[in-house]
């Protein structure tokens, strides 16, 4: 997606292994939000910032952190991977709830 | 009572029909009401975006939204193959930087 980017697009890892995934924006917007998706449950919040070095917790951060030490990355750590954080995770960027979200294209972690 | 209601259908229709959306929320805080198109193994794009009560046409798309009623709806004309995907209603205004997502709706056009 224009502006928004997400790495890797798929990765294949084994529980109890760390992961980072990657968000990076070319629109200097100042939020970003990492979100799982999952059928059944539609859109979670994991982790949101809103500066640099601004991060809090969304509804589903048990297992993760997060880290935004520039206004373009945004990083998702998974310390530990267990199976039930197989999912796809989707980065968003945006310049205030009220001006809508853009997504990035998504990344299919699988923890086997 | 949860804070964002949408059936998750699927919903099947024919080439041509008129599809309706909708979804209802809670949330007397919410200004904002956007739609979400998600095809397969993407990204959500955002579709639609109004303001205040009333419609919003942009070519087949008409989002509607009654803040009395407390309920959204998208209509899409002339339905083509190309509008199978999944429809997500989405809100702000409770927190100005963050949106509350319903879980979507599977719409399936077929020829």
């Known amino acids: 997606d224009a502006g928004i980017t997400q790495s890797p697009r798929h990765k294949v890892t084994e529980t109890g292994t760390p992961v980072t995934l990657r968000c990076h924006q070319t629109?200097?917007?100042?939020?970003m939000y990492w979100y799982r998706q999952d059928p059944g449950h539609g859109l979670r919040l994991i982790h949101y910032?809103?500066?640099?070095?601004?991060?809090d917790k969304g509804e589903v951060s048990d297992g993760y952190s997060v880290s935004r030490s520039k206004t373009e990355d945004f990083l998702l750590t998974l310390e530990s991977a267990t199976s039930s954080q197989t999912s796809v995770y989707f980065c968003?960027?945006?310049?205030?709830?009220?001006?809508?979200?853009?997504f990035g294209s998504g990344t299919r972690l699988t923890v086997v | 009572q949860k804070e964002v209601e949408q059936d998750p259908g699927p919903l099947s229709v024919p080439e041509g029909a008129i599809v309706s959306l909708n979804c209802t929320y809670s949330?007397?805080?919410?200004?904002?009401f956007m739609w979400y198109r998600q095809y397969s193994r993407k990204g959500p794009e955002l579709l639609m975006y109004?303001?205040?009560?009333g419609n919003k046409e942009d070519g087949r798309f008409t989002a509607q939204v009654d803040k009395s009623s407390k309920y959204i709806s998208l209509f899409i004309r002339d339905s083509q193959p190309s509008d199978s995907a999944t429809y997500l209603c989405?809100?702000?205004?409770?927190?100005?930087?963050?949106?509350?997502f319903g879980k979507g709706t599977l719409l399936t056009v077929n020829p």
């Open positions: 109004t303001y205040s009560s």
């Open positions: 968003a960027i945006s310049e205030g709830g009220e001006y809508g979200y853009t």
């Open positions: 629109e200097n917007h100042r939020y």
């Open positions: 949330n007397s805080a919410f200004q904002y």
């Open positions: 989405a809100f702000s205004g409770g927190s100005n930087y963050k949106l509350t």
């Open positions: 910032s809103y500066g640099v070095k601004d991060t």
